[in-house]
């Protein structure tokens, strides 16, 4: 049977780069076979247009198949990735306008590390730490030596509390608390086997200015952990503040504790003038406190008011998990651009309706 895949990439930026890596057998990550190479063509059309085209005969298609150990005679089931990156801004980022709004992607390059100080607590240490006085670990996190380090917290878990305290909203108001007096560390929650409470390392990160990630058992685990430490391993800047004009409203996030390399932040809004006057971005580096730019300003190629409304519910659902108050406002506001924008999330449903059937099936009540 004829295979093919073609995909067309547009940038309102030139390529960096683009790349077609050996075929994935699945989710699993995992060393390459370059016997899966896909063997793709791949035509730059020009500095910002790119096409990608995959097209296995039949034996090839057989030859693949076996390699990732599925059935030729059924087609293939696999993962064909094309990643790419596009020219950056060493500093100030890149910011792309249409039609009033704009979104600003923020990845210096140029930058040396902040000295950094790790600290691992495994579920009962950290358990403990929340009634600690100012004498603690993590106190001894911001004075690890003399040089003025970053502090970073990893929270270690594979089950629930069983002693103490067993409320998670108690815990984790605690252990914020606690924590912002002693200055706010980031907090990256990292969780093992079906015993995690998800949901509650989920709020505590996001409360400590982190993420949360679990660790899956599979083959690729220990590729998981590293993929893990490599986020969190290369702290750039602190305290990063995005500083737009009064007439840009609407923004998303402005304030990021902490950025690291490797990593992008994303800043969108609407701006009411003409022109928009390129922002500057105040942080605290690896010299002290800098300022920054972006150098150029352009037009986009893709829907950047979508953009804004993806950004916007996602950090809306994630107020909402830590709020105390005000969940059922940000839930309406959240659900109400999920509608206009034709987004599923987890607030809103996705209605299917079978061909010549008149009655909709809600996934939501299908999945129950």
């Not at 150029?296 to 909402?320: M, P």
């Not at 999920?338 to 010549?356: D, R």
């Amino acid at each position: 049977m004829e295979f093919k895949e073609n995909i067309s990439a547009k940038t309102a930026l030139g390529f960096e780069f683009t790349t077609t890596p050996p075929l994935r057998p699945g989710n699993e990550i995992g060393d390459e076979n370059s016997e899966l190479d896909p063997r793709a063509d791949i035509e730059i059309v020009n500095d910002k247009t790119a096409i990608v085209r995959f097209r296995p005969n039949i034996e090839r298609q057989k030859q693949i198949a076996h390699l990732l150990g599925t059935d030729g005679n059924k087609g293939l089931a696999g993962q064909f990735v094309v990643p790419y990156d596009v020219e950056r801004d060493p500093q100030g980022g890149e910011v792309l306008v249409q039609d009033g709004y704009f979104v600003h992607f923020f990845a210096p390059t140029d930058l040396a590390p902040l000295p950094k100080h790790v600290t691992n607590f495994c579920y009962q240490y950290l358990y403990c730490l929340a009634g600690w006085s100012s004498s603690g670990e993590l106190a001894r996190t911001h004075k690890s030596d003399e040089v003025d380090r970053q502090p970073i917290l990893v929270f270690l878990t594979d089950g629930e509390p069983t002693d103490g305290l067993r409320s998670a909203k108690e815990i984790t108001n605690k252990i914020t608390e606690f924590n912002a007096e002693q200055g706010k560390s980031p907090l990256f929650a990292l969780s093992f086997g079906r015993g995690a409470d998800k949901s509650f390392l989920q709020m505590l990160a996001i409360r400590n200015s982190g993420f949360a990630k679990h660790i899956y058992k599979a083959s690729d685990a220990a590729l998981q952990l590293q993929n893990f430490y490599r986020q969190i391993s290369s702290p750039l800047l602190a305290n990063v503040n995005f500083k737009y004009e009064p007439s840009v409203t609407s923004l998303t996030k402005t304030e990021f504790p902490i950025h690291f390399g490797g990593s992008e932040l994303v800043v969108c809004g609407f701006y009411r003038e003409n022109e928009l006057k390129p922002p500057v971005i105040e942080a605290f580096g690896e010299r002290g406190r800098i300022s920054l730019k972006p150098l150029t300003i352009e037009r986009s190629v893709s829907n950047i008011e979508r953009l804004w409304a993806y950004l916007t519910i996602k950090q809306l659902l994630e107020k909402k998990e830590v709020a105390d108050q005000d969940k059922n406002e940000l839930k309406e506001k959240a659900l109400d651009l999920a509608l206009k924008y034709s987004f599923v999330t987890p607030v809103s449903s996705l209605i299917v309706v079978k061909p010549n059937v008149t009655n909709a099936v809600d996934t939501e009540e299908a999945s129950e």
